[in-house]
């Protein structure tokens, strides 16, 4: 029997018009589409070696918002159960009850599908297969089957996020070569990092919804480290693009400086918030490795007390992280 898509006003707090587009545009996830596009925009211009025409530009921007979007929408909708536990996620569209999650899933396909068709009628049809492909990538790839299931997940899946990358070069060119993928490179190294670096931050929220990401996984310390690791590939990865003469002088310092400021933060993450002789506090058996055997103290828990001291510990390490950087490094 084919599922019915909620479109009953009253169900919906009868929100008006206005209040119900503001509440599909939450779902999805507009900064971040901002933030996709603006890759996709670097990689066009630097595969036109300028400002490439209108007539590209402006399709292929529409159709990557639309991809991006959708994907967010039905990210939501699969992990709608998740997004419940969490305090970060528990306002967003879907878990607070102002969006059926019928209605955002049948969103989410639409504009995904919208995406290809926009981009294979306007752009080409490599451009419209590479951002499909990125919304399958997003959807299938990270969300079902690494997301909650392997400290990997940000790791593979962030190759969805280079996507755009790829989808603004073919735009221009029509075709990928090995300086597209350099750049595919660039994002796919930038994102561990990034990502963990606000794992740690909501690492209460992951341990509560039973999501391995690192700190989670591995714990604070590890995770730190491999910041620090990732950080350092990054920053050689950002200075391939001078001997390959695709970006002049003002690059290369840029990404030079850049890259040493990223390294400096991580190396001041990692030291300033591991003190001599701090022993990670939150450790995993081996039989249920994300999310039920918190240590604390070298004494067991029993699960009940392990959400709690885990919820108190990671509420005081959010504290001070914050507090620490407002006070800029003193």
């Known amino acids: ?37 603006f890759t996709t925009v670097t990689a066009m211009v630097i595969a036109a070696e300028g400002v490439p025409p209108l007539a590209v530009l402006l399709p292929t921007l529409l159709g990557g918002a639309l991809s991006a979007a959708g994907s967010s929408a039905v990210n939501q909708y699969i992990d709608r159960d998740m997004d419940a536990k969490m305090a970060r996620t528990a306002r967003r569209p879907i878990p607070s009850g102002r969006i059926p999650p019928m209605n955002a899933l049948v969103f989410g396909l639409a504009l995904i599908a919208l995406s290809t068709l926009t981009l294979g009628l306007f752009v080409n049809w490599l451009a419209a297969a590479l951002a499909l492909g990125g919304a399958v990538y997003y959807i299938v790839v990270y969300t079902l089957l690494l997301k909650r299931n392997t400290v990997l ?12 990358v790829l989808v603004g070069w073919a735009a221009v060119t029509g075709s990928l070569n090995f300086e ?13 990092p990034h990502s963990w670096a606000l ?8 341990t509560r919804a039973n ?14 480290l491999q910041i620090v690791l990732y950080s350092v590939q990054l920053f050689i990865i950002t200075l391939l693009p001078g001997p390959f003469q695709m970006l002049g002088m003002i ?27 701090y ?22 828990l029993d699960p009940d007390e392990t959400a709690q001291a885990a919820a108190r510990f990671q509420g005081k390490r959010v504290a001070e992280i914050t507090a620490q950087f407002l006070k800029g490094g003193e």
Not at 1 to 22: F, S
Not at 214 to 223: F, K, L, N, Q
Not at 287 to 295: D, K, L
């Open 1 to 37: 029997m084919a599922a019915k898509v909620d479109t009953h006003p009253e169900q919906l707090g009868a929100p008006g018009l206005k209040r119900t587009a503001r509440i599909y545009l939450e779902l999805t996830k507009l900064r971040i589409v901002l933030l996709l596009l």
């Open 153 to 164: 997940n940000i790791l593979i899946g962030g190759g969805a996020g280079a996507m755009p």
């Open 180 to 192: 597209a993928l350099i750049l595919v490179l660039i994002i796919f190294y930038w994102t561990p």
């Open 199 to 206: 794992a740690l931050l909501v690492n209460t929220d992951y």
């Open 211 to 224: 999501v391995p990401m690192m700190p989670v996984a591995r714990g604070e310390r590890v995770t730190r």
């Open 251 to 277: 690059y290369m310092l840029a990404a030079a400086v850049l890259g040493g400021i990223l390294i400096h933060m991580a190396l001041r993450l990692m030291k300033r918030f591991v003190a001599p002789g």
């Open 279 to 300: 022993a990670d506090p939150i450790q995993f058996q081996a039989g249920n490795p994300y999310g039920a055997s918190f240590v604390s103290n070298n004494a067991q």
